[in-house]
Structure formats: C-alpha cells, structure tokens
C-alpha cells in the first residue's frame, strides 16, 4: 500500500513537497498553523498545478487528481494516521524541535518515518525531541520542488537502516528524485558548499568592490551559472540564508560561514528578497 503523507507547513518549500506527493497519486494532509497561511498555501499549490497543466507537464485530468488527494488542515492532530510526515516550516531550530515534540505524541504508528526538510540544522537534534529517534530523518528537498529533481538524505546516528531504506524509495521510486547522502552535519552537501559562495558575493557588494549585476553577470556570463549569487540569495531568501550561515557557524565557527554584517541589516529591514518584493534587486514592480 502505497504510504499516506503528512506536510508540516505550507509555504515555499511545504507547498512544492505537497505538490510533488499529490501529483505521484500520494493521499496528503497539509497542515498550517493559521488560516491565512493554509490558504496562501494552497492557493500556491493550485497556482503551480494548473501551470504544469498548461505548459503541458501534466493533463487535465492528472491536474484535477491532485487536487483531490490535497487535504488542508490547521490541526496538527489530522497527521495521526500518517505513514510518512515531512516537516517543512521556518529554518528554525526552536521551531522545529516544538513540530518533532508534537508529531511523536500524535503520529500513532510506530513504523512511521517523521523526516525534516532541513537545509542546515543537524537531524540528531529534532530526533532526539522525540522518544522514536531511530524514525526521523532528513530529506531536503530544493526549490523549486516541482521542478529540481534532486532530495538530499540525511541519516543521523540513530537512524534506523530500515526508516533509511523506506525514505530512498519514497524518494526516488515514488517522487522520482534522484539522491544523495549526506552524513549529520550542519547545511549536509549542498549548503556547506553554496552558503560560503553567496556570503563572498554579499561580502564583496558589501565593501562595494562591485555592484551587484556586475557580480552577478560575471558568474552567470564567466562561469555558466543559472543565476547570480545574489539574484540566488533574493531567490532563496536572505533570511533563510541568513538561518543556515548561522547553524554553519554555530557547528563549524569557521568565518567563512559567518553573516556579514549588511545580511543581518537587511533581515532585519525585512528586505528578504523576493518573498519580500525587495532585497539586492527591487521585485516590487
């Protein structure tokens, strides 16, 4: 039997993860913690549905099949017959040790994996929130959800070789992504390689070496990246940026990993990039 999924959270990353669940013909309960949130949350997997139908990635039918096996809720509780939980909220290590505490009193089986969309903070510490620390496990997805193919798995010490094995085929045979292993370290492959890269850029924009479309031309025209490092970070958010340079410095104290000073100012100005309309680049029009 295929496994019955629950998404903690619905914004950016916890919609994708919906949607992806939902389009592989997976039952998903999506629970936010506010109405508001939930409906913004759903308006985004709706939005994204009927663009993937329309740019013929899926059909009518399969778009309308989605939409039926979504279910919205504000009550954490409707995760109780779950198989499989993924939370995917603010990259908080405060907050999301508090989702782990109530997932392990609600999700009643014992064979169910509670997995963590983490991009930075180490898994042993939300596992350890719980009494069924050989259940949990990262897997981090990348956004855009829908569109990157890639899950990073992320097993901590404690972690079962069975809650492993059950994750890789969710994955990668149900989801159809393509893995990596990543051992219990603070931002896994992925962020321990790409925060230090955006935090050089945001430092060199900061001591004004260079504006910020030069920096960004020089890596997408001289190096062939997709993106600029900051058109990147607005992408990302500088928030969330900001978020895993901290847990990379916490776990590592290298200054490489720490967040330059104009990163916190803007943070803290709430220029977060294009969540916020504003951030290196203006969005708002």
């Known amino acids: ?139 981090h997805f990348f956004n855009p959800v829908p569109v990157l193919p890639l899950v990073e798995l992320v097993r901590s010490l404690l972690t079962s070789e069975v809650v492993e094995k059950k994750a890789q085929e969710f994955a990668e045979g149900l989801l159809h992504k393509t893995v990596i292993r990543s051992k219990d370290r603070a931002g896994f492959i992925v962020n321990a390689l790409l925060i230090p890269y955006l935090l050089s850029a945001v430092r060199m924009f900061e001591t004004g070496f260079a504006s910020a479309e030069d920096i960004d031309q020089g890596m997408v025209k001289g190096c062939a990246h997709p993106m600029g490092p900051l058109a990147l970070t607005d992408l990302i958010g500088l928030d969330t940026t900001m978020a895993v340079a901290e847990s990379l410095y916490e776990e590592f104290k290298e200054p490489l990993y720490a967040p330059p000073p104009l990163l916190s100012r803007m943070c803290e100005a709430g220029l977060l990039g294009r969540k916020s309309g504003r951030g290196f680049y203006d969005y708002s029009k």
């Open 1 to 139: 039997m295929e496994p019955r999924i629950g998404v903690v959270g619905c914004g950016l990353m916890g919609s994708g993860i919906a949607e992806v669940c939902a389009r592989s013909g997976l039952d998903v309960i999506v629970v936010e913690s506010n109405k508001e949130a939930l409906m913004r949350g759903q308006d985004k997997v709706a939005s994204s549905l009927a663009r993937a139908a329309k740019g013929g990635k899926i059909t009518e039918a399969e778009r309308e099949r989605s939409i039926e096996l979504l279910t919205f809720s504000e009550e954490m509780e409707a995760l109780f017959d779950r198989d499989i939980v993924i939370e995917a909220i603010v990259e908080s290590e405060v907050a999301k040790i508090d989702v782990f505490k109530g997932l392990d009193s609600i999700v009643k089986s014992e064979d169910a994996i509670l997995a963590s969309n983490t991009s930075s903070i180490p898994i042993m510490k939300l596992a350890m929130a719980t009494k069924r620390p050989a259940s949990v496990i990262g897997i």
